[in-house]
């Protein structure tokens, strides 16, 4: 048992082996590969200095320093520990041994881990990215949206909000031989966007190989999977979903899902606000008092 505990820290254990033999700036990148693996995983020699602060040859000189011939057999190093599939149980403890036996610890914690999610998303290169995907989305012919497990639903929100707002659009939340019918779907001129995690299911390597065939952009939110998905996907959106190995965290996502929300409705403003219209007279001939719920009658 003690060797299925340790395994998940094999690249921590590595690092904290030499990190006292590391000068100073060294080790302050060292301890940004412990401590932000995503980061480190997903940014740039220079995006990491500049997040780290110290220099690109310094990010490059840590990694030898560590035993790797480059940084990117450290990446690799990283997204094998990444792609790990601990258990939900492994994964719970980790983060109560994180957070704290109190409920203001487990308050104030998870307040943490979502504000790096939204320093993220608040970056310049982020921003960009997400411009380009807001393009993709409103210039496609339909959308579709994927996301399995605790992903689902939020695929089923995001698909029920675009058309509300007058795009046309299907959630792909369903998983195994049930996924193969809204496939048939997905074809020419529509865009996917993705929820897609690590380890790379069967089912997300079906999705991407299928809206290759038909020439299909899509768009992937993963805090993991861009690196093994490049040469399929248009574009990335890396939303961090807490520390690794632990408790997977979702308000960053949702949080990206309600600004395309809005942004796709602010382009196509006049499309989003008639079909919002249409909404209400539809709910009110289906109940001709909905626009009186939650009133009181007053004696």
């Known amino acids: 048992m003690a060797e299925a505990t340790q395994k998940p820290r094999i ?16 080790q302050r990148i060292a301890r940004f590969f412990v401590d932000q693996k995503q980061a480190a995983l997903l940014n740039s020699a220079a995006q990491i200095a500049q997040l780290a602060g110290t220099s690109d040859a310094t990010v490059v000189r840590t990694a030898r320093a560590l035993g790797f011939e480059s940084l990117s057999m450290l990446r690799a190093a990283l997204l094998e520990e990444l792609t790990g599939t601990p258990s939900p149980g492994m994964r719970m403890q980790r983060t109560l041994a994180e957070t704290g036996s109190q409920a203001g610890d487990a308050l104030h914690h998870v307040i943490g881990m979502h504000e790096q999610a939204l320093d993220v998303l608040r970056r310049e290169e982020f921003a960009a990215s997400f411009e380009r995907c807001v393009d993709i989305l409103a210039k496609a012919a339909r959308r579709h949206v994927f996301g399995i497990g605790p992903s689902g639903a939020m695929a089923d929100y995001a698909s029920l909000q675009f058309n509300r707002i007058g795009l046309p659009t299907t959630a792909l939340s369903v998983s195994g031989i049930a996924l193969a019918d809204r496939l048939l779907r997905i074809g020419k001129g529509d865009a996917v966007l993705a929820m897609a995690y690590a380890p790379l299911y069967r089912e997300v390597d079906v999705l991407l190989d299928h809206a290759g065939k038909h020439g299909v952009s899509v768009i992937l939110i993963s805090d993991d999977l861009g690196l093994l998905t490049a040469d399929k996907v248009a574009e990335v959106l890396p939303v961090p979903r807490g520390n690794a190995g632990h408790l997977a965290m979702h308000a960053g ?47």
């Not at 904290?16 to 590391?22: G, H």
């Not at 600004?259 to 289906?286: E, F, H, P």
């Open 253 to 299: 996502t949702l949080v990206l899902i309600e600004s395309l929300i809005v942004a796709l409705a602010a382009k196509g403003k006049d499309a989003a606000i008639d079909s919002l219209d249409q909404l209400s007279q539809l709910r009110g001939a289906l109940d001709k008092s909905w626009s009186k719920r939650g009133t009181r009658k007053r004696k």
């Open 11 to 26: 690249f921590e254990d590595r690092v904290l082996d030499v990190i006292e033999t590391l000068a100073p700036a060294e």
